[in-house]
């Protein structure tokens, strides 16, 4: 074989390798309900819903503080090519209101406050001031705009409702699939509500029912429906540091109670749980908000239920229950 039949007999080979890829591709690729998420909480539900029906991606990186992020351009051209986009409120994302104004395709695209008809609670009054039950459950309406806790998914029932919301939107702009949507929602459905009464059952009988935690204002939701008492060193951001009042607080706090553990959070601020942990002495347990998880987690198939599952282990170390 001289050069010129050698890079033939290639040319050939390439050719049948690409197009026997072609016909490999399933036949529905094209189809599929393209879907882009906010956060890992919405990512984790829409996939769970629309399995192979749908090609769902996560808008923020992993790893990023959600309540900080700026709209990129690149992200409304991102968003504008899918079908279907899943933001949680307008208090979570407020700039979700700019892509709704901005992308031009609006027939194609459908806005999902997924958090619409949620319960939302009212966030800590006083900056320096965190600790205390949150009291009074707000209904979603006009008047929470910018004062509401935006960490809703944390409460199974909001779950539930968001769950809902995406589905109707699956089956809006997909309407063919739709039994299919609607059991796979039905069951997840079921997952969390049987959650749920797990946290009820087996955080009812504890030897202290206060989590103190080192990092933002993210368990209100939890606390409130599982009448726990929740302090945290920071408000809804990481961005300021706490007083040192408020550390001297929670190490009162600590030795008072004769806390054996300290919360903190993976991605924001564990310097000060440690720091507080070695005042103390209290150890130091991990306590997920569900949106702060890292690519490789996302990677190796962590799941928002998992995260729920690791947080209950860890309240009930932490609050020493049967
Ligand atoms: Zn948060």
Known sequence: MNAKKIILFFLIVLFFTVSCKQADEPPGENARLKVVATIFPLYDFARNIGGDKIKVTMLLPPSSDPHHYELKPDDIIRIGKTNVFLFTSFEMEPWA????????DKK???????????????????????????????EN?????????????????????????????????????????????RDYKFRLIDL????????????TRTILHAGHWAFAYPAKRYRLQYMAAYNISTDAEPSPQQILALIEKIKDQK???IYYEDLAAPRLAATIASETGAGLLKLS???????K???????????????LENLKKGMQCP
């Open 289 to 295: 908000n569900g949106q702060d998880i890292r690519k």
């Open 108 to 138: 194609n695209m459908l806005a999902v406050e997924t958090g619409q008809g949620a319960l939302f609670l009212p966030l800590p009054q006083h900056h320096e001031h965190h600790s205390g039950n949150p009291s009074g459950l707000k």
């Open 141 to 185: 309406n006009a008047d929470h705009a910018a004062k509401a806790d935006p960490h809703i998914w944390l409460d199974f029932d909001n779950a539930q409702k968001m769950i809902d919301n995406i589905t109707k939107a699956f089956i809006l702009k997909d309407p063919i699939n739709s039994l299919f949507y609607e059991k796979n929602a």
């Open 259 to 261: 806390l054996p553990y």
């Open 297 to 311: 987690d996302i990677l190796n198939g962590i799941s928002f239920v998992f995260l729920m599952e690791r947080n």
């Open 97 to 104: 209101r700019k892509v709704i104004d901005t992308v031009a």
């Open 196 to 207: 749920d009464k797990k946290y009820r059952e087996q955080l009812s009988n504890c030897k």
